[in-house]
């Protein structure tokens, strides 16, 4: 298995808007292949000494964390699907930046290869 992680902050008054582009992404993520897709947004998230998932995205009042993975089968699989979705007519229409629903640069993602899955 393989997976993709990310992580972003999103302003509370456009959630519902960021849950619409979401579900739709889910819908493309798993008919190109993905095993699994997950987003969840913060319900017991308090900023840290150091760090912590406030911090890491630089939260502003009156915004959310969302933090999200997806599973594939490898990450051959993974490099192919993502190629794919990013292709994909059906999110084209949503993702220009100056219209996302969220701050895309305080966005931070990475694959991860599990070392204890059970």
Known sequence: MYIDG????????????YKKLSKKASVVWKELGAI?????????????????FPQAVKRKPGEVVVF????????????????????????????DPKDLPFDGKRMF??????????
């Open 36 to 52: 699994e897709y997950v987003e969840a947004v913060e319900d017991d998230v308090q900023p840290g000494k150091v760090t912590s």
């Open 109 to 118: 993602w990475g694959g991860f290869k599990p070392i204890v899955w059970e």
């Open 68 to 95: 999200a993975w997806i599973i594939y089968k490898t990450k051959a699989e993974r490099n192919r699907i993502n190629k794919a979705v990013m292709k994909d007519p059906r999110l084209a229409d949503m993702m």
């Open 6 to 17: 990310f992580v972003v902050p999103v302003p509370k008054a456009k959630l519902a808007a």
